[in-house]
């Protein structure tokens, strides 16, 4: 595919962490590809590397801890990496913007809300500081915040409000490409349902491709176009909502959605993953799963499982694949 | 119908802030039997973490009565009160901040069997701590350890050692899963039913995640406010709904299915303050289904239908 036509294509990722002199393997091998207009859901559980994915973006890793080993990384068609840090910071706010988790401490206390909407769009676009706000007040609006708090502090915000007011901040410049951590875990599940329907509103009137991280496959199943599911820092199995939702194939993908209680039926016993992640600085060899998965065979423990395309848009990276593509689950 | 443990009265807990009274528990009574689980939802403010303190004393009620297997919980003199709490325990939210950084899982887990002076022979004591560690699934080359060393389902396994060191009849469980990754979440809440069921423990599990709550609780009460604005059986909850805050939430929860996917009731606005408020309905003013008499009056809890506890003025009491 030209890569002209998708906003963010991540090719080969491979990130590491170097702590007391040990490396911890974060993200190896990761590919997405994200066109404009859609949503790729990253899902994965702590540590599985999809915020060091995300970082990885903007080239926003700590340092001097954080390492991209390999791999390359284009916005618009644009190699990040070949960018001077000039024009990264150009891209930053403007072309690619980002929501983290917490909005409790990712605003400004000492700013209002409005200033700190109007920021992003005077560094990058020029406009006078009247104008500025003027558009601010609009972005709060369009985020379901009445256009006169755009004077007031975040303390005066409730903890919905806050991540409106990021959200806002992130879309002020009008993004290509919005990276979404973890949007709505600190928000209770009314205000959850507020934010994500909010989310899906921005995503019908606008051609901004998103990238969602998140832990939840219920939030997955309500904003995502594509699916990738990390495990110990590669994504084992990749496809469209309908590929993992109704035809998943890896063994872990599996795990993931028995251990979630079952809404219909609340007799259902939870079917937990055994044991816990490796330790990415001491991961197991082979596939990184095998020591947890019930399918495991020999080959599991010597080789990596090398990736299987089931379909134009599904794939697999495990070796109950390596001679079929039926489901062996 | 089992015996009732533990029977909540017209508890409330009031905070004197700034701004005024703040109504953190609101006049809330409820059972709950013997070997059973009463679940707690509701959103953060609601007041559900301060009335499983309130009840264990450990945030001392405004006014209200708590009876414990048939004692006044609130009568009791504070070393009689200390003692009761060997049958009365708690799992806390964050295993991150609730064990001591200085102290090993076996002391960890010795703790109060040390303080409460249930076994003087150290041996004997150590061979428990171990028997406890079996109970909940934590390896013994495990037992030095320091919780740093731990990830956060195996400190919430130390945390639920613990409140099982003394043997308790009763523990409140205040978000036990909430901070855990969802594989360690199903193998926690797993490890919970089982000791349930081999000990005949009465829980009262505390969270504000509905599908959760659904799996592990026998009843359910719903909070909003201060208030217990509707109790019923899981089944009955989940499958009709009374209250239009219970039905919302509900239909909040993000399902991990792109088939059948529920239609969402959306809530107007956020919370509105606990403090000092009106003598209304305090889910009026986010109310799909609101009424006149709902911001001139509050409706109390009525049982609307057998063992189905409502607090909405869209419901009367069922004839008896």
Redesign the interface.
Known sequence: MDAQQNTLEIKNLTVEYLVDDEVVHAVTGVDITIPAGKTFGLVG??GAGKTTTALSILNLLPLPAGRIVSGEIFVNGQDVFKLSPRQLQAMRGSQVAMVFQDPMSSLNPIKTVGEQIAEGMKIHREVSDREALSQATKMLELVGIPGDRVAEYPHQF????KQRVIIAIALACNPDLLIADEPTTAL???????V??LIRELKENSRMAMLMIT????????VCDFVGIMYAGRIVECGT??DI??NLRHPYTR?????????EN?R???????G??PDPMNLPPGCSFHPRCSYAKPECSRDLPQVRWLSDTHYVSCHLYNETAENML | MGEILLEVKNLKKYFHVAAGTLHAVDDVSFTIEEGRTLGVVG??GCGKTTLGRTILRLIEPTSGEMHFNGKDLRKLSTSEMRYMRREMQIIFQDPYSSLNPRKTIAETIEEPILLAGLIPDSDKRFMRVLKLMDTVGLAQRLINTYPHEL???RRQRIGIARALAMNPKFIVCDEPVSSL???????I??LMKTIQRDMGITYLFIT?D???V???SDDIAVMYLGRLVEKAP??VL?QMPLHPYTQ??L?????????N?PE?I??KG??TSPINPEPVCRFAARCNQCMDICTRSEPPLIEARPNHFVACHLHKPMVS
């Open positions: 559980e702590t409730s903890g919905g409000m209770d599940v009314t205000i959850q349902a507020q994500l329907k832990h939840a496959l219920g939030i997955v199943a309500e909502l309908a939702f109704d795990g993931l959605f028995d251990s979630l209680p079952d809404i609340r259902a016993e939870l079917k937990p993953i055994p816990l992640i | 959103e953060s990830d956060g389902g990754d969802v594989s360690i979440q199903a193998q809440l797993n504000h509905l599908s959760v659904n799996h592990f899981a089944e989940f919302a939430l239909s909040a929860i993000p399902v991990a299915r792109i088939h996917r969402r959306m809530l956020e919370l």
